[in-house]
């Protein structure tokens, strides 16, 4: 096949005088080298499209694939993530991992959780924040647990992420307000251990690739897999390969919210523990990383023993079968 792949450099956006931290969902070109050498490796073409301002000047020259391989997480709005799915869907073009629907929903963490709610999966109790007049009217019993609305790779977490008064709340809530210029979500905290799923497939096909549990050094912001432990993940993070009943349980409803959220492909279920034992889903990850080294997805197929090559053979193989769909 003819691949195409979509991202976004992250060189390219310090250059514009955006932070490290604004670019943190950003890929730097080591991984878009490492996505295009495993490509030609299963014996694809390749052509790096690069952000969706070039994807549509290439769309408008006529330029097509047979397949896209989209990692572009998009700059501005809380849709940003299913900018590009949408452009390919209109085109027509297939591409790997979730469709703008999906994309656009588990950005935000608060519509996500109520789908979830929904469907019956456990997570934990929560609102939302939307100004300053709304702190005053939580009800939530401390402590608690501040992020961004629509925020990944652990950007807006920190220790102060961990509310234990109304000051805290106030302080972190304004703080966050004013850095992020979005809603922040309020979750009731979760105590217990913190589990990371790696899913391939879609629909009744998607199983897990493994289940670690993540673990801080002394040396780590304590409680919190922020924004600065995934920076320094190789000396404060350590990933255990586990296989217990609560790791299993956390598996089952991964799987379980995966499918009915409707994600594609591959990607990445943050659960953690509440105080009774039960693992509640954090965040549901469709886009997970795939540097070969520094991305959750691909460090849990390294625990069990599934390498990069095999990663990209079933990420393939799930979207191929969208293929069939193309009209000839």
């Known amino acids: 096949m003819n691949i195409g792949i979509t991202y976004d450099l992250r060189d390219d956006y310090l250059e514009l005088g955006y932070s490290e931290e604004a670019t943190a969902e950003f890929d730097r070109i080591d991984t878009i080298e490492a996505i295009e050498t495993t490509l ?42 299913a900018q590009v799915p949408a452009l390919l869907d209109a085109y ?19 519509m996500t959780k109520r789908v979830l709610r929904d469907l019956g999966i456990p997570t934990p109790a929560f609102t939302e924040i939307h100004d300053e007049s709304d702190i005053s009217k939580i009800d939530l ?12 790779t652990g950007k807006g977490i920190s220790e102060h992420s961990i509310i234990h008064t109304q000051q ?15 809603p922040v ?13 790696g899913i391939v497939g879609t629909g009744s096909k998607a199983r897990s690739v493994g289940v670690v549990e993540v673990t ?23 990933y255990l390969r586990v296989n217990d009943e609560m790791a299993q349980q956390a598996v089952e409803i991964a799987i379980a919210a995966w499918r009915g ?20 889903l954090m965040e549901i990850n469709p886009l997970a990383g795939v540097h070969p080294v520094r991305s959750d997805l691909p460090i849990i197929c390294t625990q069990y ?7 990209f053979q079933m990420i393939l193989e799930s979207a191929s079968e969208r293929l069939t769909l193309k009209p000839s």
């Open 40 to 81: 030609q490796q299963l014996n694809h073409q390749t052509e790096r499209i690069g952000n969706i301002w070039n994807l549509t000047r290439q769309l408008c020259n006529g330029k097509r694939w047979d397949l896209v391989f989209n990692i572009a997480e998009g700059l501005h709005g809380i849709a940003r993530e």
């Open 92 to 110: 027509n073009i297939p591409y790997t991992f979730s469709d703008p629907l999906v994309l656009a929903l588990t950005l935000h963490k608060g």
């Open 141 to 152: 019993p401390f402590p608690l647990f501040a992020k961004p609305i629509a925020e990944g």
């Open 168 to 182: 805290e709340l106030e302080k972190t809530c304004q703080h966050l307000l004013s850095e992020f210029r979005q």
């Open 185 to 197: 979500l309020i979750e009731a905290y979760l105590p217990g251990r913190e589990f990371t799923v």
């Open 216 to 238: 801080l050094n002394s040396n780590a912001e304590q409680g919190v897999y922020s924004y600065e432990n995934k920076e320094d993940y190789d000396t404060k993070v350590n």
């Open 261 to 280: 959220i409707g994600c594609r492909d591959a990607g990445r279920i943050d659960l953690r523990a509440a105080a009774d034992g039960i693992p509640n």
């Open 305 to 311: 023993g599934i390498s990069y090559k095999q990663l």
